[in-house]
């Protein structure tokens, strides 16, 4: 069979991917199965050769269609065995159209509509002729510090398995070969989000228990789910850099999980094993790197250099090389690749059509969050307004709003809240805007006279401050995550004027607020909402849609209580109110015994701010009747938890019910609560909906302290309730399986 001959082996003619691979390993040179090894960082002159020569597996970073499809067509008919390229980019919560942030969108907890999200980025960016992206990062994040929390799904192993799982579907779609499909990438493999003091790049300590039970649970969800690929992380895990990390990447992933997908080098990461002082040169950190089981090295070359004379020296075997490179070609035959390398480009392509800015302005909605709504200021009433302040710097600006990560997303695609706001209200309201601030981080005080002008005017001032896009995402980390720059002063100098305040934050992590929750009647949290964050913003401030979204992140008073995070573990002195002492209220010389002895800080409260899974809403939910549908199973049992939430205020109004366990007992100690189920459901103003979860041995196993999954008898609590600190609880009792207790006796 001729090389070229394999192209026309098409997969919907139920060829054996297997035999095709083989056929096509069994022509390559050595040099053009490294060749399939290398992505490049697009740079057409250089790659143009390169690729003819069968050197290049992967392309990043070109988004030119008519480039595109010069160098698929190089690679498919003149190279030697006409393999198409991967063609990868970072395709992270949008595309043209930019939805929310990964973080916002995990404020949502709508599992069906995150895959939407993804589908839609999905179809922009494969009518671009890309064909992987490097999405979802599923790393868990309880470090509000880290500039990448922006592009997580938050601190929780259940939300972010459960979303993730989500985006990997909406990236890859039903079938990958559908052109409209591209390769998802569950990403950093593993722990990236615990370096040290939220430092992007740092070293993360983590034990191994906790790994299992916190750190991989969404990787492992990715892999079940069928992600194609996997990225390994830029860090060192427990001594041992993750490019390099031969037990997580065999191991783990393909020994234990049976992972048959590619992994692919982080950026450079190979030749930064050198830096991390793990290799002693480039060659000795591609060794690392293949024999840890990275198969594709991302933009620097090293495999390209190196692996040649490592194999011909006999350090890595053709056989390794074989099985890496067969990965990369099941993944272009998967994809289709070699059928339609080539994108059509006169198919009339429409990005930002009105359904996908539709789902954008409701995954924005869905994403903001209530945080405080004092004598229920909102929603604003258009009718009963005269004059309506807006001011801040995020206040019209289309980039700032689109955060982290938006490459071929466009400012002027955006419509902003000063945009939305005034379209929304006519000529019936007179809206009067100021800056306040050139930028969010500004420090200096020249537009404050303006905002107090129009603040001292209106019936209520909007403040929409925050973070711009540049203080969060990929090295953009801080160390203060209060408001930035001069914003708290500016919220003093408006709550002066004694206009009411109603503060909108945009943001790519939680800000500290504590300081000034008291100058503002209410706060609507809106992360970075993406290009349809003004009108959903709009609608929301003046009751068209009503709050629905919850924290997938404990937010902190200040940043000396991090890391703060809901699952923790109880420890022997856990803090109580009952025993904290206020640093303000310890008595001249007392002994130190009147200081309670339990685990907390002198000067801050041991409670977070808001804590994970709270969001308010223009109506009230009350939840009732928790019950059991028994009180004991057996392993191979499971029961039903139900609990009533009535909606009793007057807006008819979406409510995120969670349910979350605690095992108070375990081989190891376990989180004090866990959340282990959520829906999204609807209520009408006035009624009332039973909502039932299912809980078998799934959701009661963790990594036990032989590292084995496994549920162990004993007393279980459950609560439902529409954040992490309810209080609606009932229990239930797990005993070994009936067959097990005989053999027992
Ligand atoms: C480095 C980032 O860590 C990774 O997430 C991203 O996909 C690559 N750069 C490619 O841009």
Redesign the pocket.
């Known amino acids: 069979m001729s090389v070229k001959n394999i192209q026309q082996l098409n997969p919907t003619q139920n060829c054996n991917k297997e035999v095709q691979v083989s056929a096509l390993l069994s022509q390559m040179t050595l040099q053009e199965k490294i060749g399939q090894m290398s992505q490049f960082n697009s740079d057409v002159e250089k790659l143009e050769t390169l690729i003819k020569n069968g050197g290049v597996g992967s392309v ?2 070109e988004v030119d269609l008519d480039t595109i499809n010069e160098l698929q067509r190089i690679a498919t008919q003149e190279s030697r065995l006409g393999i198409p390229l991967l063609i ?1 980019r ?1 395709v992270i919560h949008g595309f043209n159209t930019m939805f929310p942030i990964p973080l916002g969108q995990a404020a949502s907890w709508s599992v069906d509509l995150i895959e939407t999200c993804a589908r839609i980025a999905a179809i922009e960016s494969s009518n671009k002729g890309i064909n992987w992206t ?2 979802p ?1 599923i790393d868990i994040s309880r470090d509000p510090r880290w500039g ?1 929390v922006a ?1 997580s799904l938050g601190e929780d192993p259940y939300l972010c398995s459960t979303l993730g799982v989500a985006m990997v579907k909406g990236f890859q779609g039903d079938n990958l070969y559908d052109s409209s499909s591209i390769a998802a ?1 569950a ?2 493999f593993a722990g ?1 989000g615990a370096s040290e003091s939220g430092r992007d790049y740092n070293t993360t300590n983590i034990p191994e228990n906790e790994l299992r039970n916190v750190y991989l649970p969404p990787f492992k969800a990715a892999a079940d789910a069928g992600v194609s690929t996997f ?1 390994a ?2 860090s060192d895990l427990n001594g041992i850099p993750v490019t390099g990390n031969s037990w997580l990447l065999n191991d783990i992933l393909r020994k234990e999980w049976q992972y048959p997908g590619l992994t692919v080098s ?2 450079e990461s190979i030749p930064q094993l050198v830096t991390h002082g793990f290799a002693v040169d480039e060659k000795s950190a591609a060794f690392e790197a293949c024999n840890a089981g990275v198969d594709m090295e ?2 620097s070359g090293n495999y390209a250099e190196h692996l040649p004379s490592l194999i011909q020296n006999n350090k890595l075997n053709l056989e390794q090389i074989d099985t890496m490179v067969s990965r990369i070609l099941k993944l272009k035959l998967d994809l289709g690749l070699f059928d339609k390398p080539f994108t059509d480009s006169t198919e009339p392509k429409e990005p930002l059509n009105s359904f996908h800015l539709s789902v954008a302005k409701q995954a924005a909605i869905k994403s903001c969050v209530l945080l405080k709504n004092n004598k229920q200021i909102l929603p604003l009433s258009k009718a009963k307004l005269t004059t309506l302040a807006v001011i801040g710097p995020l206040a019209d600006d289309g980039y700032e709003q689109l955060g982290t990560w938006a490459f071929d997303g466009k400012a002027n695609h955006s419509i902003t809240c000063l945009n939305a706001i005034e379209d929304y209200v006519g000529s019936s309201v007179d809206v009067k805007f100021a800056m306040g601030m050139e930028t969010s981080r500004c420090n200096n005080f020249d537009g404050f006279d303006e905002a107090i002008q129009v603040s001292l005017s209106a019936d209520v001032a909007v403040l929409i401050l925050g973070e711009e896009a540049i203080l969060s995402g ?1 090295a953009h980390c801080r160390s203060n995550i209060d408001l930035p720059g001069c914003q708290e002063q500016l919220i003093n100098a408006v709550y002066e004027t004694g206009t009411p305040i109603v503060l909108i934050i945009m943001a790519g992590r939680p800000i500290t607020l504590e300081k000034v929750l008291p100058k503002v009647d209410a706060i609507l949290y809106a992360w970075h909402p993406g290009t349809m964050g003004g009108p959903a913003i709009t609608e929301l401030l003046f009751g068209e849609e009503c709050p629905s979204g919850k924290l997938p992140v404990t937010f902190p008073r200040n940043v000396g209580q991090i890391p703060l995070y809901y699952g923790q573990k109880n420890t022997g002195r856990p803090a109580s109110d009952a025993t904290f002492v206020d640093i303000d209220n310890i008595k001249v010389r007392a002994p130190q015994t009147s200081l309670g002895m339990t685990s907390t800080h002198l000067d801050t409260h041991f409670s977070p701010l808001f804590p994970f899974g709270f969001g308010l809403s223009y109506t009230q939910f009350e939840y009732r009747d928790i019950t059991v549908s028994r009180r004991e199973i057996t392993m191979d049992e499971s029961l039903k938890i139900t609990a009533t939430i009535r909606n009793v205020g007057h807006f008819d109004a979406e409510e995120i019910v969670q349910l979350y366990i605690r095992d108070l007992v375990g081989s190891v100690t376990r989180p004090v609560k866990e959340l282990k189920g959520f829906k999204r459901i609807y209520i009408p103003a006035g009624e009332s909906e039973t909502v039932v979860f299912e809980i078998n041995i799934d959701q009661l196993a963790f990594y036990n302290r032989q590292m084995k999954l496994k549920a162990e008898p004993g007393l279980f609590h459950a609560w439902i309730g529409s954040n992490s600190d309810t209080e609606l609880k009932t229990e239930l009792e797990l005993f070994e399986a009936q067959d097990e207790l005989l053999t027992k006796d």
């Open positions: 990043i970073n990868g970072d490097f999405a990062m990448r592009e990438c990403k950093h990236y990225m992380s830029f982080d950026w991302m933009a990929e």
